[in-house]
């Protein structure tokens, strides 16, 4: 077995390069963004679907019971207090406070995120979505306290697991799902339309345990200026605001980043990073070893067994 400190060289071709020598530019999406047979019946209709196609993204308000609300809120405050969990070197702080950022593998961790993770309302529309089975690349809940929760700057997902964790294509996509109020003052979701059919080539090499700072404050594999201008001036920029209960579904590749919170309401979601079975990740496209498996699994890899509605 290779050592986990050790850069396993990746002999693929990278279809998406990055950062080392490259310059910033924006680059042409060489997948579908829908792997589904549009033709059939699916568990949403096509006007949501082209939506989807065409923006990057989509919000689906009030998916979860006002019940099933509380239970995951109940969840949320429970390992937020654990220290046992706080302890265990998979959770992130706050630059600065200290403060809770983010707790990694709740699907693994807690039962009632596991169940989450499989409920037809999620897991069913990512497997229609990617047209395959579908495992968990990551998961965790984001808690942005009220008064100094820190913004996460703009920034393509896929660039950054392609990069340093090796997902060879944008068959991917991302739900987040709203746990408390989503103001538009509060530092929602912020995402820009369209920006998913680029790929942006971010410069800079990556440094050596980037994942130590990058969950904190995100430095490399970020867009430059004028690539992040091109981008908006073509699509704008859409804020995600919700009730608790809402859901976001966003494509791997879809330009995204949140402002600080300094007003008194925090804002919490769980998220679920789902990737088709058929591109599991492989030795990441750049210099450095894989990043840990909490942030990207990559020795366990399971289908999410689809349970029926709040099954």
Known sequence: ??????????????????????????????????????????????????????????????????????????ELEQLKGDEQIAASGETITEPGNGEIRSIFRIHQISTVFKKLASDSRLAGLAQYLLNDQVYIHQSRLNYKPGFRGKEFYWHSDFETWHVEDGMPAMRALSMSITLTENHDTNGPLMLIPGSHQYYVVCEGETPKNHFKSSLRKQEYGVPSDHCLSQLTDQGG??????????????????????????????RSNAFFVYNAISNRVVAPFCDQPPRPEYICARETIDPVIVAARGG
């Open 1 to 74: 077995m290779k050592s986990a400190n050790v850069p396993v060289m990746n002999t693929q071709q990278d279809r998406y390069p990055s950062r080392g020598a490259s310059k910033a530019q924006l680059g042409k999406r060489l997948d579908p963004v829908i792997y589904a047979d549009e033709t059939g019946s699916g568990p949403i209709g096509q006007d949501l679907l082209r939506q989807y196609e065409e923006n990057g993204f989509l919000v689906l308000d009030a998916v979860f019971s006002e019940q099933e609300i509380r239970s995951f809120q109940q």
């Open 237 to 266: 920029i859409v804020t995600a605001t919700g009730k608790p209960g809402s859901v976001v579904v966003f494509d791997c590749n879809t330009m995204h980043g949140s402002n600080g919170n300094i007003t008194p309401y925090p």
